[in-house]
């Protein structure tokens, strides 16, 4: 395929401006990108042959092969992000959970850039759990159901607190884990603190939790703005949990 995905410049604005203040932001400074952008690399097959075998492992396997034989180390690196013009159907970003390596098909906005690199992070997706009239009982999974996480269908929204706890974004000591009835005060999600709490941890069974959060960013949202959002979170790395508690309305 001839031309370029996007230019270096638009490539570099993406990680070194976009998705780096996305991140800076939202570690409260504990960690930042800056990007090294390589030339367009030609790899072995054509485009056409990668699009029929939807085989985009094969496609990161050749790329990483191509950059080697050009002198780039793919080693040296915290995280690699493939760019490419769209070629696979049915989804705009791949990437690993835990470990690094990413595909962005064709869809270069910062919001799917930022989601990708939170799999590399080591987080699953933001789902909402469906529980009919009820706020956590028996019910189904909605993938990407949680509308205020990057990791859902967020559009640039901060990682849920639970999230933020397993990055060490939000530590242990900004963490109540609550026995007790009590009146307990959590700070804002988005801001950092000196001193205090960015979550309340309720421990439900020897799977879940659930994690009550403040959110203050998302100034459309009157519930977000006064009251608690609330997840669960589990004792194994898996998707979290966005519950509806006012399930009646």
Do not use: C
């Not at 690993?96 to 080591?122: C, I, P, Q, T």
Request: proline letters at 4%; aromatic letters at 12%.
């Amino acid at each position: 395929r001839p031309g370029d995905p996007l230019s270096q410049a638009a490539a570099e604005d993406l990680i070194n401006v976009q998705v780096n203040q996305f991140y800076v932001q939202n570690s409260f400074n504990k960690t930042s990108m800056t990007a090294t952008v390589t030339p367009t690399l030609r790899l072995v097959r054509t485009q056409a042959d990668y699009a029929a075998s939807e085989d985009f492992v094969a496609l990161k396997a050749d790329a990483y092969a191509v950059a080697e034989a050009a002198g780039i180390s793919t080693t040296l690196h915290h995280f690699i992000i493939l760019a490419f013009a769209t070629t696979f159907s049915g989804w705009s970003g791949q990437a690993y959970v835990g470990s690094k390596g990413a595909w962005l098909n064709g869809d270069f906005r910062m919001r799917v850039a930022a989601h990708e690199l939170g799999h590399n992070y080591g987080v699953r997706h933001a789902n909402f759990w469906n529980a009919g009239q009820s706020i956590s009982g028996g019910g189904t999974n909605v993938e990407y159901g949680n509308p205020f996480d990057v990791m859902g269908k967020g559009q640039g929204s901060h990682f849920n607190a639970w999230f933020k706890n397993i990055f060490d974004w939000v530590p242990a000591s900004e963490v109540l884990t609550v026995a007790t009835s009590g009146t307990y005060r959590v700070f804002a999600l988005e801001q950092p603190i000196a001193t205090g709490a960015h979550g309340l941890k309720i421990p439900r069974d020897v799977q879940r939790d659930y994690w009550i959060e403040f959110r203050q960013a998302l100034t459309g949202n009157p519930r977000l703005m006064n009251g608690a959002s609330v997840n669960f979170g589990y004792a194994i790395n898996a998707a979290s949990h966005l519950l509806d508690m006012t399930p009646d309305d």
